[in-house]
């Protein structure tokens, strides 16, 4: 019997180790888990953090408001630069300045033209009276 009872000591003993070692990992997982949900509430706080920054919050104006924004005024810029519907915009009015600019200096070089032309005709004329 004596043989018996060894053998349910071993058992014994061997279940104290198994459950010893289950608890160690228990454990080891509880501390695993810890750092997890250390690392999530990190994550959370970052994604309240960049929510924040994307729509703003306290009254201030988020990123996705401020691009909504910049659209708005390239936008506006972009009617202003090409024109819309029947009313021309900054390029066309640049283009017709450029032409009455290019226009007026053709007008320029034909005016040039008729003063010197009637300074020559008037310089022979006095020079054919005063030759006679």
């Known amino acids: ?14 279940i104290e180790g198994t459950v010893t070692a289950i608890d160690g990992k228990l454990d080891a997982i509880n501390t695993n888990q810890a750092k ?43 009617i202003a630069l090409k024109g819309k519907e029947d009313k021309p915009g900054l390029i066309a009015a640049i283009d017709v300045l450029v032409k009455r600019a290019a226009s007026t200096d053709d007008d320029k070089v034909w005016l040039r033209r008729l003063i010197i032309g009637t300074v020559i005709t008037w310089m022979l004329g006095i020079g054919l009276m005063i030759f006679k």
């Open 36 to 78: 997890i949900m250390t690392c999530l509430d990190i994550y959370m706080k970052k994604v309240d953090e960049h929510d924040a920054i994307l729509k703003g919050e306290n009254g201030d104006v988020g990123v996705v408001a401020k691009v909504a924004q910049a659209v708005d005024i390239l936008d506006e810029l972009k």
């Open 1 to 14: 019997m004596e043989e018996h009872a060894c053998t349910q000591e071993d058992r014994i003993t061997r």
